[in-house]
C-alpha cells in the first residue's frame, strides 16, 4: 500500500512538468512578454520605453531559458522559465499585476469558497442518493420514469439560470436570504443559504440520474436477486445490498472531486460575489493578470492529481475485492 | 452583383453536412447501419426530437450562407465596393426584423419605450413620458382596433393558416406513405390519425403543426410588433435570439469535429499498441486533463486576442474576427474535451484486440494499419457516435459560461451566452427587463432538452449494453 502511494506520488512528477512546461510554452513563447506588455499598456502609442519599463516592473525583463550574462548556476537561474515556472513547485506563487502577494491571497480565498462548496457537496449527495434511490426503488413505474424525465429537464437548464432564478424568487421578490456577499463566521451563514441551495439543485439533474444506473445496475445482479429469493423485503434488499453496492462508484466519483472544492464554483462565486477562489480566478482573467492564472493552473493541476490519487487509495477500503499491487 | 463570403466555419458546416449526407446515403443499403437509426427514429420522444432538432439545424444552416451587398454609390472608378456588413441568407429572410431598431429597451408587444423620456410637445412644452415606439405596432391606428385585439386577430388567423397547412401535410404524408405501402389513402390517414404506423407519423406530424404555428406566428405578429422586446440598444431580441442559433449548433459540433480525428487515434492506436504507445498518449491527456479547462481555454482566448489585435489586417470585416474566435473557441474546446472519449476508445480496443477474430486476422498475417480500419475501428464506432451525441449539450451549455467568463464567443456575435451576460445585470433594474433571460432560456432549452432526449434514444440503440429488444 505505501509503495503503491509513493509510486503514484513519483507518476504525479512528469505531469506536474508537463504542466508546467506547457503553461511556460503557452504564456511566454506563444505570447511573448512584450505582447502582454503591450495589452497592459493599451495596444496603440506604446513607447519602447514603456513597454521596457513594464517588463522591469514585473520581473519579465530577463531572457527565457538561458542567461548568457550571468555565470555558474545563475546563467540558468536568473531566467523567466526559473523565477516564474520552476518556483511554482515551491508553491511559490510570486507576485500578481498589481503587487499583491498570490500565496498569500489564495490561502485567504480559500475558507469561503469551501464554506460554499463542502455544504453543497454534501447536502447535495444526500438529495441525489436519496432520489437515485427512490427512482430504483420505483424502477419501471411512473415515479421513475416521471423521475427521469424531471432529470433531464432539469440537467437542460443552463447553471446560470438557476443563479439568476434563484437570486430573483428568493432574494429579490420573496425577499428571504440576501441577494449577494460574504461574512465569516455565524453571521455567514445567511449569506451561505442560496448559493448552497442553488448549488444543490442545478446538480440534482446530472446527479441523480447517474447515481440512478449504479443502483439499476446493482439490482440487476444476481446476488440481490438471490437476496429476493431468500424472501428478503424489497427495502431490506435496497439498503443492505443494493445501497452498499452502488455507494462504491458514487463515494469514488465524490472523492476525485474533494480536492477541487478549494478551487470553488466560478459562477457561483463571481454572481454571489464570495470572495473565494473561483472569483479570484474570474478577476485575474478579466484583468489579464496572466500572473495569477498561471498560478491557478497550477494549483488546479495539483489538486486534479491529488484527487487521482485520493480515488484509488480509496478503491482499496471501500471495495476490499480490489488489491493495489 | 452580390459577394459571396465563405467563413473558415461556413466551410465546416458545409463540409459536415456533407458527411452527414454521404453517411446517410451510404447507409440506406446497409442494413446493420439503417437499423439503429430507425429504431432512434421509432420511438415517439425521439421522432418528435428529431423534428426540432432538424429545425435548429435548418435555420442553422440558412445562417451559415453569407455574402456581402454592393453598396449603392458605386464611387468613379469601375470596381464596386462592397458593404462591410455581412449578411446571410436568414437575414433576408427575416428582412425587417434586422432594420428596425429602436432606441433602447422595450417589452414583448409593447407600443412604447421602456423608459420614461423628456418630450417636446407640438405647442413646445416638454413633458416626461414614454416615447412611441418606431417600428414596434407603428400599424395600429388611433381609432382602430385596439392592440390586444389586433394580437387576438393576428394570432387566430396564424391558427386558421396553420390548421390548414397541419391538413395539408397530413394529406401529403398519407399520399406518400400509402403509394410506399400500396394501401389506399383513407386507410393510411386513418392510421396515422391511429398512430398506427411503423414510425411514429402522427407525432413527426403534430410537432411539424406545432413548428409551423410558431412559424405562422412569427409571420404575422413578429413583422409588426417586438414579440420578445427589444435590448439596450433597440435591436429585436427574436432576431438575436434567432441568430444565436448558429453559434450555439457550431459550437456543439464543431468542437466534436476538431477533436473526434486525435481522440479516436490516439485513443484506438494506444490500446492496440499498448507499451511505451500507451504510456505517452496517456501521459498526454492526465497533462491536458489537469489543467482546469477553464483557465486553459482562457489563456489561449487572451492569446489569441494578442494575435488578432496585432495582425488587424488579416481580418476584413468584424464578422470575420469574430468568426476566427469562434473557429478558435471550438478548437480549445476540442483540445479540453477530447480525453474522455479517448480514454474509453482506448480502454474498448484494450478488449477488442485479444478477441478471437482479430487473433485470428494477426495469425493471417493482416497488416495493423488494416486491422485497425477494418476490424476495430467499425467496433467502436458507436462509442464514438454516443460520445458525440452526449456531448452536444454540454457544449451548448458550456457556451453560455464562458461568454460570462469573458472568454466566449466575440462580443459582437449573437449567442445565449452574450444574451444573458448582456440582460444579467438588468434583473436589478425596477421593473425588470426580464425578455432577454426569458428568450435565451427557452431557446436554450428547447435546443439542449431536444439534444438530450434525442442523446438518450442514440444511446439505448446504439450501446450493445443497454440494446435488450
Redo the contacts between chains.
Sequence with gaps: MFAYIIRRVAYAV??LI??NV??FY??FV??SPD??A??HLG?KHVTAEAIEHWKADHGYDKPLLVNPSEHGVKRFTDTIFFQKSVRLFAFDFGYSDDGRDIGYDISQRMQPSLAIAVPALLVGLLVNVTFAMLMAFFRATYVDVSGVILC??L???????YI?GG??LLA?MFRLVPISGFAGGIDGVKFLILPVLIGVVSGIGAGARWYRTFFLEEAGKDFVRTARAKGLSESLVMFRHVLRNALIPIVTGVVVVLPLLF?GS??TE?FFSIPGLGSY??DA??K?D?AV?RA??FL??VL??IG?ILVDITYTIVDPRVRLS | MIKPVLLTTDALVFLLTALVLVFGVYARNKPHLREPWQQVLRGRVAAACTVVLLAFVGIGLLDSVHFRTPLKDAGSGGATHYSVDVLSVLDVLVGPLRTRQEKTYSAPFATHLFAKESIELPDGRTVRAYPRLVYGGRHLRAGGPGRLQDILQRSGRSVAETLLGAALLLVVAAGLLARRHATPVPAMLQRILRGRTDMPWRTILATLSALLLLLFLAINLATVYHVLGTDKVGQDVFYQSLKSIRTGLLIGTLTTLVMLPFAVFLGIVAGYARGWIDDVVQYVYTTLNSIPHVLLIAAAILMLQVYVNSHPDLFETTLERADIRLLFLCIILGVTSWTSLCRLLRGESMKLRETEYIQAATAFGVSHLRIITRHILPNVMHIVLITVVLDFSGLVLAEAVLSYVGVGVDPTMNSWGNMINGARLEMAREPVVWWSLLSAFLFMFTLVLAANLFSDAVRDAFDPRTRVR
Design positions: 512528469p505531469i508537463g504542466v506547457l503553461t503557452l504564456f506563444v505570447n505582447d502582454m503591450r495589452l495596444m433531464v429537464i440537467m437542460s437548464i443552463s447553471g446560470m439560470f439568476i437570486q430573483f429579490k478551487l466560478l459562477l463571481s480566478t474570474i482573467i478579466n489579464q496572466f492564472v491557478m493552473v488546479g493541476s486534479y492529481i487521482l
